[in-house]
């Protein structure tokens, strides 16, 4: 993962604070000049104006770690803000920036939990609980140490307890629902600081964002690039009345340029099918389609892990475009 607003955010914050506490510090020594202590009150106050202006981003990252809003209001706030956040702060950095190896790590982990579980099914079953649970006990402590960073409370589980295991699940929720906050944030953020054109998620192709809205907003990538997807499909089965056919194989037989015939109409890019430009959309449409749900679809259900951001928004673009042909070309049904 590229480093994020997130990081940059408190890495600055860390650095303002700590240049406004050593001022603040040495205002107390009463061994500067006259001359001297003007100016470094005028500096302090320019610190703590700068420390206010980055107040609110903070209180938002604070929210989605879980942590109480702490308002700066005067100079002893200021520093006592600063201190907290370099205490709180200086590990989840760390496993921020290491984001991309700790949520697969804590998913597994998940599944680990889940294979553990203790059910009377069988020698076989129980053999493969059995491996389960030496998995487990392999990965706690990597485990522990990815959630320590993100609360030292999360890491204080043991799975041997009567009821380990159950907290451990529950630790493990709470950190990937802090690591998906970031990610999130960070996405949001870039959107709205990027100095380059910026594409609005909502003005994607009604059934895209429909599908993917509440995802997206949950941090959910992936699932929200399958939800498209299934969205588009189910869409295109009602224009074409083919619920015989999905996906891939629904996308072939819709824009194929082959004549319809009963039973199997065909989507018609709008233009005189003699011409050589609607010719070459019509068989560009067909190939781009396929290979959107070959190379975007078929990932996004299959894959465990979660997406990045970015990624899955050019994903929901390029659908979206699908989305467009589908919903605007005429259906052609044949004599």
């Known amino acids: 993962m590229s480093r994020g607003w997130v990081v940059n955010e408190l890495e600055e914050f860390f650095g303002l604070a700590l240049a406004f506490s050593r001022l603040w510090t040495a205002s107390l020594t009463g061994r500067a000049s006259k001359t001297e202590r003007a100016a470094s009150e005028a500096k302090r106050s320019a610190l703590f104006g700068e420390l206010r202006a980055r107040e609110p981003a903070i209180q938002m990252i604070l929210a989605v770690v879980g942590l109480e809003p702490f308002p700066i209001e005067d100079d002893s706030s200021a520093i006592d803000l600063g201190e907290a956040l370099m205490l709180q702060f200086g ?6 920036k290491a984001l991309d190896k700790g949520r697969p790590e804590l998913i597994g982990f998940l599944g680990l939990l889940e294979a553990s579980r203790e059910r009377a099914l069988g020698a076989d079953v129980a053999d493969a609980t059995g491996q389960a649970l ?11 140490d990815i959630l320590g960073h993100l609360g030292p409370e999360l890491a204080d589980f043991d799975i041997d307890q009567p009821d380990g ?3 451990a699940r529950d630790a493990v929720t709470t950190g990937l629902d802090i690591i998906d906050g970031l ?7 870039a959107s709205r600081m990027s100095e380059g054109p910026v594409m609005a998620a909502d003005q994607l192709h009604p059934w895209v964002w429909d599908a993917v809205r509440g995802l997206c907003e949950a941090g959910h990538y992936r699932q929200a690039v399958q939800a498209a997807a ?3 499909s189910a869409r295109t089965q009602v224009k074409l009345g083919r619920q015989d056919i999905t996906d891939v194989k629904l996308m072939q037989e819709a824009f194929s340029p082959s004549a319809p015939v009963p039973g199997s109409p065909r989507l018609r890019c709008p233009g005189d099918e003699a011409d050589q430009t609607v010719q070459s959309r019509q068989r560009g ?5 396929v290979g959107c749900f070959s190379a975007i679809r078929n990932p996004a259900t299959h894959e465990h892990r979660e997406w990045d951001p970015q990624v899955a928004i050019e994903c929901l673009a390029a659908l979206s475009v699908v989305a467009r042909w589908i919903d605007d070309w005429a259906l052609a049904t044949g004599p």
């Open 183 to 189: 990610n999130h944030l960070d996405w949001q953020m």
């Open 134 to 144: 030496a998995e487990l006990h392999r990965k706690e402590e990597p485990v522990k």
């Open 91 to 96: 590990l989840v950095l760390d496993a921020y």
């Open 165 to 167: 295991r159950r907290a």
């Open 285 to 289: 449409a067909l190939q781009y389609a």
């Open 230 to 232: 299934t969205a588009i």
